[in-house]
């Protein structure tokens, strides 16, 4: 089946500082990228969707300008999580979907702490 | 609004026996009905899914049962065991895209 991969698996940062998460698609190519937030025992709460070559794509909610999501290729996508606050601490989840079939593949997440 | 409600929230079966999870969904426009599966620290990955035009797929231990009239879905699993112990989330969608998610099912086999 298809491969996503995601980098870093944990991470810990001090208030303030920003944070880059890469998730990608290692042996196929990725029309579009999702991007998730799953807070403890919670469901995956969907915060943007982006698709190669264009601007993401944000949930209500999400804020754009602090949750930066670059989609700079089919098999990459990044997301940068600005001026870092504890209340961002979560496990952070991409996926991506071929184009070619019906289901999004996803990632093992990232979990991100923030002190 | 939550597009999707999934029950229970936690389920407890006897190892052998059978797990069944419910899902209800309001948005008739939703077109992919997947589960997945979801194990401490990992990411979901996909268990079996369905399509409205079909009421029941099965795969090995795991069948979904589709109600399109009443707009639900379940996830039934067979002979449920040991390592089947996870959250299951249910999933609904449309043109290939956006996933809305239950609010998973935490799954306990005992031995």
């Known amino acids: 089946g298809a491969v996503v991969s995601q980098h870093p698996s944990r991470v810990i940062c001090k208030s303030g500082t920003s944070v880059k998460i890469e998730c990608r698609s290692l042996?196929?190519?990725?029309?579009?990228m999702f991007w998730y937030r799953q807070f403890p025992k919670q469901s995956l709460m969907l915060m943007a969707t982006?698709?190669?070559?264009?601007?993401?794509?944000?949930e209500q909610g999400v804020e754009k300008d602090k949750f930066l999501i670059n989609h700079a290729s089919l098999t990459l996508s990044t997301l940068t999580v600005t001026s870092a606050h504890p209340e961002d601490s979560s496990f952070y989840i991409c996926?991506?979907?071929?184009?070619?079939?019906?289901?999004?593949?996803f990632g093992p997440g990232t979990r991100l702490t923030v002190l | 609004q939550q597009q999707v409600k999934q029950s229970p929230q936690s389920l407890i079966v006897q190892k052998g026996g059978i797990s069944i999870i419910n899902c209800a969904y309001e948005?008739?426009?939703?077109?992919?009905f997947p589960w997945y599966q979801q194990f401490p620290g990992k990411g979901p990955a996909l268990l079996i899914a369905?399509?409205?035009?079909?009421s029941e797929k099965k795969e090995g231990r795991f069948t979904i049962s589709f109600n399109k009239s009443a707009k639900q879905f379940s996830l039934h699993i067979m002979d449920s065991q040991p390592g089947d112990s996870a959250t299951y989330f249910c999933?609904?969608?449309?043109?290939?895209?956006?996933?809305?998610f239950g609010s998973g099912t935490k799954l306990n086999v005992k031995p």
């Open positions: 369905i399509r409205p035009d079909v």
């Open positions: 996926s991506a979907w071929t184009g070619a079939s019906d289901t999004q593949y």
């Open positions: 982006s698709n190669e070559g264009s601007k993401a794509t944000y």
């Open positions: 999933a609904a969608g449309y043109n290939f895209n956006k996933f809305y």
């Open positions: 042996d196929f190519q990725a029309t579009t």
């Open positions: 948005n008739t426009a939703f077109d992919y």
